[in-house]
C-alpha cells in the first residue's frame, strides 16, 4: 500500500513539476519580449504599498470590454 502511495504521490509530483517548467518557459519568454520592447525599463514602484506601475499613455485611450487596459507611455511597438 506505502509503494503505490509513493508511486502516485511521485507522478503528481512529475506532472506538477513539468507544468511548472512550462510556466517557467512562457515567462522568460515574456520576459525577453517585455525587456526588448522597453517596457521593463519603465517599470516603477508606487505607494500604497510599493506596488509595480507604469506611466500610460491617456491620450492613447481605454482598451477592452470596459476601457480599463491602456497603452504604456513612451512604447511605440511591441
Known amino acids: 500500500m506505502v509503494v503505490w502511495w509513493d508511486t502516485g504521490t511521485r507522478s503528481n509530483l512529475q506532472d506538477e513539476i513539468t507544468e511548472l517548467r512550462d510556466s ?10 517585455w525587456v526588448k520592447a522597453g517596457m521593463l525599463g519603465k517599470l516603477n514602484t508606487c505607494d500604497p504599498g510599493n506596488r509595480p506601475c507604469i506611466q500610460v499613455d491617456e491620450s492613447a485611450g481605454g482598451f ?3 476601457s480599463d487596459y491602456r497603452i504604456i507611455a513612451g512604447l511605440l511597438e511591441f
Open 24 to 33: 517557467i518557459t512562457t515567462l522568460q519568454a515574456n520576459h525577453d519580449a
Open 64 to 66: 477592452g470590454t470596459n
